[in-house]
């Protein structure tokens, strides 16, 4: 094969063919018939495999053969020729593959539309159930809920606090402030033993009240607790085991807890006092 047509073996690989079969087309092409062991030399093909290939490019359409006598001549089909009927038998092929697959997605999709016409309605009993260890994560998860309320929050409060350091105590009194001015109703139950000497607590009140947010208090609040409108409670819980400082945020977005936390809420504020500033 001459040197510069084999740079071309890659391209004739991209449109189907194999080397061998490449390699035995090239020769074909350089005069106008070959034997078959005139090929086998030229093309460098073993014997055991040239008859092989020269029926595979027969039965493509790109080499012709004829008898002479007792001497079979094979011959190239010409190339434009040759190469459209390589891409007519690719479109074939590829519409072939096309109906197969067609074919087996009606199949697959018969047979597994209806698992998920059944389950995909189904819930899973924790979906609605957040919990967050992290309080960095946890901080902005509260800033959020404030963000998002649009009628009422009311909250049961009692240490230790998310709200540990001073930048995210003013960052939720920002929140708490916006809130108030949209027009959210706000009112908080604080366990009495808990504003002893807690100063900080104390003067968060201030402008805050002034702004709209009620204040009482009670000997005891069961729970930490923050109901955001019908739809969220969040429980700040501390770790009781490890480490009594550190808390786990857990939320549940359900409305029947929701409405349970809310008579619990509305039942402490009726026996509670008001907290005075």
């Given amino acids: 094969m001459r040197?510069?047509?084999?740079?071309?073996?890659?391209?004739f690989l991209e449109l189907g063919l194999t080397e061998r079969e490449t390699k035995i087309y090239i020769?074909?092409?350089?005069k106008r018939n070959f034997t078959s062991s005139e090929l086998q030399k030229s093309a460098g093909i073993p014997r055991t495999k040239i008859y092989e290939v020269l029926l595979k490019l027969i039965d493509r359409g790109i080499c012709t053969t004829r008898q002479a006598g007792k001497v079979k001549y094979y011959e190239a089909v010409e190339p434009k020729k040759?190469?459209?009927?390589?891409?007519?038998?690719?479109?074939?092929?590829?519409?072939d593959e096309l109906e197969k697959k067609k074919?087996?997605?009606e199949?697959?999709?018969?047979?597994?539309?209806?698992?998920?016409?059944?389950?995909?309605?189904?819930?899973?009993?924790?979906?609605?159930?957040?919990?967050?260890?992290?309080?960095?994560?946890?901080?902005?998860?509260?800033?959020?809920?404030?963000?998002?309320?649009?009628?009422?929050?009311?909250?049961?409060?009692?240490?230790?606090?998310?709200?540990?350091?001073?930048?995210?105590v003013k960052q939720q009194v920002r929140e708490e402030k916006k809130l108030l001015k949209r027009g959210v109703a706000y009112r908080k139950i604080?366990?009495?033993?808990?504003?002893?000497?807690?100063?900080?607590?104390?003067?968060?009140?201030?402008?805050?009240?002034?702004?709209?947010?009620k204040l009482r208090s009670i000997n005891a609040v069961p729970i930490k607790m923050v109901v955001y409108d019908n739809d969220m409670v969040f429980f700040p819980l501390q770790d009781v085991i490890k480490n009594p400082n550190e808390l786990t945020l857990v939320i549940l977005q359900h409305k029947e807890m929701v409405s349970a936390c809310k008579i619990l809420f509305d039942h402490l504020w009726h026996i509670s006092k008001p907290l005075k500033i």
């Avoid at 040759?82 to 519409?95: C, P, V």
């Avoid at 604080?190 to 805050?208: A, M, T």
């Fill in 190 to 213: 604080y366990e009495s033993g808990e504003l002893e000497g807690q100063e900080w607590l104390i003067d968060q009140f201030k402008p805050l009240s002034k702004l709209g947010t």
């Fill in 27 to 30: 020769e074909l092409l350089s």
């Fill in 3 to 11: 040197y510069e047509f084999k740079r071309y073996i890659e391209k």
């Fill in 103 to 105: 074919i087996l997605t």
């Fill in 107 to 168: 199949k697959l999709a018969g047979v597994f539309n209806p698992v998920y016409e059944k389950n995909k309605n189904f819930i899973n009993p924790i979906e609605f159930v957040e919990v967050i260890k992290d309080k960095d994560q946890a901080q902005k998860r509260i800033l959020l809920a404030f963000q998002n309320a649009k009628k009422e929050v009311l909250s049961f409060v009692k240490g230790p606090y998310v709200c540990d350091t001073t930048s995210r």
């Fill in 82 to 95: 040759a190469l459209h009927k390589i891409l007519e038998d690719y479109k074939n092929n590829y519409q």
